[in-house]
């Protein structure tokens, strides 16, 4: 990594999909759009320093027709959050904080109203910019709101290094980009580079949900992708009864350390809420495996209290796991006491995961498993963390593979070499 993008060897970040956090509308027609939307994600950034984290992600913040992803202007802020000064602001409030700011960049696709589309279809130049399949446009996974922008075309890879290159200026320090797995490879070892010569320190990761991780990451140039494997690792091992599972994913994430250093989530903006995935009482048991492996880790906010959603397949389906959010955070006091133990675990863990920076690139060996109990080594040539977990309603004596002390947990009892665990009991060790 170029030493302008070392800040993101320590970078963990609040996820946030800003359209449903602010309650933007997301279907209806608004006659005026209230102004300083984002201010309302302004106002968390304190939550975000006081859980230990350093970065927001943004979801998409630019004009478009319903959801975000079918963006009609990428140079604009969409008028439902605000404005450029608007979110100029929120990026100033962040880097005051010592909080960097991640973009959401769909560059896959583009919405059937863009005018860039809409010129296309009169038979503009424009139509240089869209990819036709048999003499029809081509669409996203079937999606017809959504066209297919052409990644072979000189003209899209200028359109997506202006559009890179206009929000860096502007002060962000990196892009996700949507639906990165849809795009090829090429495209990106083009845009990518030559936003590098004038934003050394931006930091890029690829939104992919399936393929060859390491071979994606070399190809393209990309920093990182995301770690689907992980999170599905994660959540069916634990909501299965299968910790097998986990240990089948921990072994192909650490594979990729030798490439690139994962982004590792247990929640996000397109999938079933974590509470509700493997039920609120053993989300710290997700949390506290997420902390104490590789990777850069993302909470999506709303996870770290707990909050339920189940994504339907279905118009609209997403909504429950993008909902709008207080205007202001919480206080403990008003908590419900599932939602304060699972921030209270929150905070713990990821203190534990900025006392042990090294954690990011080390790899992880499962000292033992059952279908009901595991415990992970995560360790250097100098340190290691050992975590214990237990999913099951009996207690368990499980290996503390040499650690002598117990950084976090509940129902944990370190006895020399022996954890004993309570039923659903969990256990971060310092070696």
Do not use: C
């Amino acid at each position: 990594m170029a030493d302008e993008r070392a800040w993101a060897e320590s970078a963990m970040w609040w996820h946030v999909y800003p359209l449903g956090f602010t309650g933007a509308p997301i279907r209806e027609a608004e006659a005026t759009h209230p102004p300083h939307r984002l201010a309302r994600i302004e106002a968390w950034l304190d939550h975000v320093v006081e859980l230990g984290l350093n970065g927001i992600a943004l979801g998409p913040i630019f004009a478009s027709s319903t959801h975000g992803y079918d963006t009609t202007d990428l140079l604009r802020v969409d008028p439902r959050l605000g404005d450029d000064g608007d979110l100029d602001r929120l990026v100033a409030a962040a880097h005051e904080r010592g909080i960097r700011v991640l973009l959401d960049g769909v560059f896959n696709h583009v919405g059937r109203e863009h005018p860039a589309f809409q010129a296309a279809l009169d038979g503009g130049p424009e139509a240089a910019l869209f990819r036709l399949d048999g003499g029809e446009v081509a669409v996203f996974e079937g999606h017809e709101a959504l066209v297919a922008l052409d990644h072979s075309s000189d003209a899209t890879v200028d359109l997506v290094v202006e559009v890179m290159d206009r929000w860096l200026q502007r002060g962000i320090d990196g892009w996700r980009l949507d639906a990165a797995y849809s795009v090829p490879s090429a495209f990106w070892a083009r845009v990518l580079p030559a936003v590098r010569e004038r934003h050394p320190h931006a930091w890029f990761v690829g939104e992919v949900i399936h393929g060859d991780y390491a071979e994606i990451v070399q190809a393209s140039t990309m920093d990182a992708v995301t770690q689907y494997e992980l999170w599905q690792g994660i959540w069916h091992g634990i909501a299965d009864g299968n910790l097998f599972e986990l240990e089948h994913a921990i072994g192909r994430h650490d594979d990729l350390l030798a490439t690139f250093v994962p982004y590792t989530f247990v929640g996000n903006h397109d999938v079933t809420r974590i509470a509700s995935a493997i039920g609120p009482d053993l989300v710290p048991h997700a949390l506290a495996i997420l902390m104490t492996v590789a990777g850069t880790p993302a909470i999506y906010a709303g996870d770290e209290l707990g909050m339920l959603g189940i994504k339907e397949e279905r118009v609209g389906g997403d909504d429950a796991v993008r909902p709008e959010m207080p205007a202001t955070p919480p206080s403990v006091d008003a908590l419900d006491p599932a939602a304060a133990r699972i921030l209270d675990v929150t905070r713990q863990l990821v203190a534990v995961r900025r006392r042990h920076p090294w954690l990011t690139r080390a790899h992880t060996d499962v000292v033992a498993v059952a279908n009901g109990a595991i415990v992970l080594r995560t360790a250097t040539v100098d340190a290691s963390i050992v975590t214990a977990l237990s999913i099951g309603d009996e207690q368990v004596r499980l290996p503390a593979a040499d650690a002598r002390e117990v950084l976090a947990g509940e129902g944990a009892t370190l006895e020399g070499d022996v954890v004993h665990l309570a039923p659903r009991g969990w256990a971060v060790l310092g070696g």
